[in-house]
């Protein structure tokens, strides 16, 4: 089993930053891709960032220039660091990773448990 553990969520005040974390353990043979995805009340989980192997960056429009993601392949981590946030950034963000856990195996989807942003005005 794969287990995926988030932090670094509160309470800023718009203009702020904050940086997340998430750390991967378990079964890992090798992680093709790590991301962040937020959930606010009412709306559908959408992706925030993405980092895939040999490939750039990805980010959705609203963070664009603002939030920016990296990675740490030894030690099996993602950070995503959010400056100049906003109320509407308030969401649970969902760290993600794509991992092949057995080889000659298909890469399997896991989520962290979620770490609440809140943005005041």
């Known amino acids: 089993q794969v287990q995926l553990v988030d932090s670094g969520g509160g309470l800023v005040q718009a203009g702020g930053s904050l940086r997340l974390s998430c750390a991967a353990s378990g079964n890992i043979v090798s992680i093709n891709a790590m991301g962040w995805f937020r959930q606010a009340p009412g709306k559908q989980r959408e992706l925030v960032a993405r980092i895939s192997n040999g490939e750039a960056p990805d980010y959705a429009d609203s963070v664009k220039g603002r939030f920016t993601i990296s990675r740490d392949g030894a030690e099996n981590t993602v950070y995503l660091q959010m400056n100049s946030l906003k109320p509407e950034d308030t969401a649970v963000y969902y760290c993600?990773?794509?991992?092949?856990?057995?080889?000659?195996?298909?890469?399997?989807?896991?989520w962290g448990q979620g770490t609440q942003v809140t943005v005041s005005s």
């Open positions: 993600n990773a794509n991992v092949v856990s057995f080889r000659g195996f298909p890469p399997r989807g896991f």
